[in-house]
């Protein structure tokens, strides 16, 4: 069920609830994700403070962001960083693959990058005759089984324990097992290897500091530190939201991202990278090269509403609280960004026509508000996209129906009337077979509560 | 090429920003400070790094305490970070030494500052890593490790490090030391 489209999310989404072993796993992942989430969001006290502070910064930020992508350039050059600009995944994909062909590389790690994953660079790294391999343990897996990722902090969530050993048996040559640390070290043996052989260090960002030019990046295993640290050439990818303003700014937020995203309260390891190494003798890259990439984000910031995405700090936790995404899970949404995020990111970066079921793809019950770190508005999103794809006016027996609604509801006599009509009608006409068909229409009562109350 | 890009970019960003009509602004509150119940940061360090599967040993003798841990793990090819193998032969150690600039109470964080600490690499890639901090470095919020780490011109590479490296990729089951060390013994040197 690999790489669908989301043109057919409808399709999809019925595939995916008839697969028993995919909603067992998002069960027990998006439960296990949600209380940990819970439970350290109430272990602070400040934090509906906090969730209000990131939004305020992100919104300081959009709304001057030419002026702190210029100051982030500015600082992080002068401390031996090279920043390219990229207007489209093409761009942004040609630059990079420049990037490595000129200094004759081969081998590419990679750390967990979404805004990759949004280019399909390993494509055109593959294309470009280079051996990418991803070194996140769950990218890792879906790599070796050419799957997208299904979650974005879990990738490889909809995947069992056996199904991942029987790949790595397979791919890997590992014996036989399903045992966790047995896989693990397989993985950390194999991906020494080739860390121990890069050339070029292919990492993501999530917050470029305008005030220093540093780029920080937060992960758990470890293999960002080897990626940004083993090869000669690192390569940081990042859309142009990511930037805040200020150093003091990383509080708010290495507060929020963890806990919203694992329930941690920090993760492992955070690496903080402002330009190359000081001294020849030192550890690092020799160069570090930063790609800003637009790829349609400069047009979200013409709306408050649509503005309102550029704020997302990809922590997950409206996948975790979602009711569509905890049955049909990631896959089904045919986008790097899946659940309610993606359902409002996907068409602006895709173009509506492309996804236009996504912001279908929820009952707006708001869990999804709840609980984002930033408050973003989902909801309000979904239903603004909704407007962009409905024409303005519905069809003409919509019209009409409406119209005669209007009249109904404002004449007390018409209003008894269509009670009374209703009641039989209900019993001989199906009445809108596209709500019916997934639930039922409750009978409407014998008696109405005016009859009921003229009788008191 | 690149340089259209830019303005190409830029102009854009100015242009939608331009046609966006006012927007209401999220009312900054300041963020209360979270009032530790503890006054003992050493003490709520330890019991950080604990929570994290991480061991920690406080003491004035760390030269003494460092030795007794290698003896225990019977490690016979040691790397530190003042005194570091090649980036390539790094693979192939026991044990990482290294020290750490800072640490933060609150959540049993290392803070490891390229200035002082080139060589962080012996901090994640040998299966075990020791570190060794001063008392007197220990601050209690994170907040306050961000504002020591400004107080001069920024390092090129600052690593904070919180317990050992860990996974839980494969049916969300915890896996301890994937890329990078198993365990982490962190020794506090209370005479500093």
């Known amino acids: 069920m690999n790489h669908l489209s989301s043109e057919t999310f409808k399709e999809n989404a019925r595939a995916a609830l008839a697969d028993v072993q995919l909603r067992g796993a998002l069960k027990n992942a998006t439960s296990l994700f949600g209380e940990r989430r819970r439970q350290a969001a109430a272990g602070l006290p400040n934090w509906e403070d906090l969730r209000s502070q990131a939004r305020a910064i992100k919104d300081e930020v959009l709304l001057h962001l030419d002026r702190y992508l210029e100051e982030f350039v500015a600082n992080a050059e002068s401390r031996g960083a090279k920043v390219h600009w990229a207007r489209d995944a093409a761009e942004a994909n040609s630059i990079i693959c420049g990037l490595a062909t000129e200094r004759a590389a081969r081998i590419v790690v990679k750390s967990k990058s979404m805004t990759t994953e949004e280019t399909h660079l390993n494509n055109a790294l593959e294309a470009a005759g280079m051996q990418v391999v991803e070194t996140d343990l769950g990218e890792y897996i879906i790599q070796l089984a050419n799957e997208p990722p299904s979650h974005i902090i879990a990738p490889a969530i909809h995947k069992t324990r056996r199904q991942i050993g029987e790949l790595f048996t397979a791919e890997l040559g590992m014996a036989p097992t399903d045992d966790v640390d047995q896989m693990t070290s397989t993985a950390r043996m194999k991906l020494r290897d080739r860390f121990a052989a890069a050339d070029v260090g292919i990492s993501g960002v999530n917050f470029a500091i305008a005030e220093t030019g540093t780029i920080v990046i937060v992960e758990n295993e470890g293999n960002i530190r080897l990626t940004t640290s083993l090869p000669r050439l690192h390569i940081a990818v990042m859309g142009i939201e990511k930037v805040i303003p200020r150093f003091s700014d990383l509080d708010v937020f290495l507060k929020l991202l963890p806990r919203s995203g694992t329930g941690q309260r920090l993760t492992t390891y955070q690496s903080f990278i402002t330009g190359t190494k000081r001294a020849p003798q030192d550890e690092g890259p020799d160069e570090l090269h930063i790609v800003l990439l637009d790829n349609g984000r400069s047009r979200m910031l013409a709306h408050p509403v649509t503005r309102q995405s550029l704020a997302c700090i990809r922590c997950g936790a409206c996948l975790n609280a979602c009711p569509v995404y905890q049955q049909v899970g990631g896959h089904a949404y045919g986008s790097v960004y899946p659940g309610p995020i993606g359902a409002v990111i996907t068409p602006q970066l895709m173009g509506i026509a492309k996804a236009a079921q996504l912001p279908y793809a929820s009952s707006l019950c708001g869990a999804c508000r709840e609980v984002c770190p930033v408050k973003i508005d989902i909801p309000q999103l979904l239903l603004h996209l909704r407007g962009e794809i409905s024409p303005r006016k519905g069809s003409a027996a919509e019209r009409l129906a409406f119209k005669i609604w209007a009249r109904v509801m404002t004449s007390p006599s018409l209003y008894k009337l269509s009670s009374v009509a209703g009641r039989i009608l209900q019993r001989v006409m199906p009445i809108s077979r596209a709500w019916t068909s997934g639930r039922d229409l409750r009978p409407i009562e014998s008696k109405s509560f005016h009859e009921l109350w003229s009788n008191e | ?192």
């Open chain 2, 1 to 192: 090429m690149n340089n259209s890009a830019r303005e190409s970019i830029l102009g854009s960003i100015r242009t939608h920003l331009a046609a966006s009509p006012p927007v209401d602004n999220y009312p900054v509150n300041p963020a209360n400070p979270v009032i530790l119940s503890k006054t003992d940061p050493v003490n709520q360090f330890k019991e950080s790094v604990e929570a994290v599967s991480g061991h920690c040993i406080i003491t004035t003798n760390a030269t003494n305490v460092l030795d007794q841990i290698l003896a225990d793990l019977n490690a016979k090819r040691i790397a530190y970070s003042d005194n570091p193998p090649n980036a390539h032969d790094i693979f192939h150690f026991d044990v990482g030494v290294s020290t750490a600039q800072a640490a933060i109470a609150e959540t049993g964080t290392l803070v490891l500052d390229s200035s002082c600490e080139r060589h962080r690499l012996v901090s994640l890639v040998p299966p075990v890593h020791i570190a060794i901090v001063n008392a007197s470095a220990i601050v209690e919020t994170l907040d306050d490790a961000l504002a020591l780490l400004q107080q001069k011109e920024i390092s090129s590479a600052i690593t904070f490090i919180t317990g050992p490296s860990r996974t839980a990729d494969i049916e969300l089951t915890l896996a301890i030391g994937v890329h990078g060390p198993q365990e982490l013994y962190v020794i506090v040197d209370g005479s500093k």
